[in-house]
């Protein structure tokens, strides 16, 4: 799973999760972050698992492991290109 979290994010319950830092661009996805007020700040990594068994639920995906998506939106009029926004490491 590639997250983008401005808190440290939480899961309870869950088995098998893999995390690294999200990773994907799009056109005006600068103007949507800054819209919404979202920091540059990724706490991806700063996974809290509720589970009360005490075991290791998730894992942080290897950085080799970790790729970049540009996408393109079909029938955008406009003139900016994709590009990655948030800090990606």
Known sequence: MY???AN????????GLKFAPFNIGYPKLKEHAEAANLT????????FDFSADGSEKFAQMAP???STEL???PDF???EQAELYFDYP
């Open 3 to 5: 997250l983008y979290c």
């Open 8 to 15: 440290d994010p939480i899961i309870e319950a869950s088995t």
């Open 40 to 47: 540059l700040e990724n706490k991806w990594e700063l996974v």
């Open 64 to 66: 080799e492991e970790w």
């Open 71 to 73: 996408q393109n939106i």
């Open 77 to 79: 009029e406009g003139t």
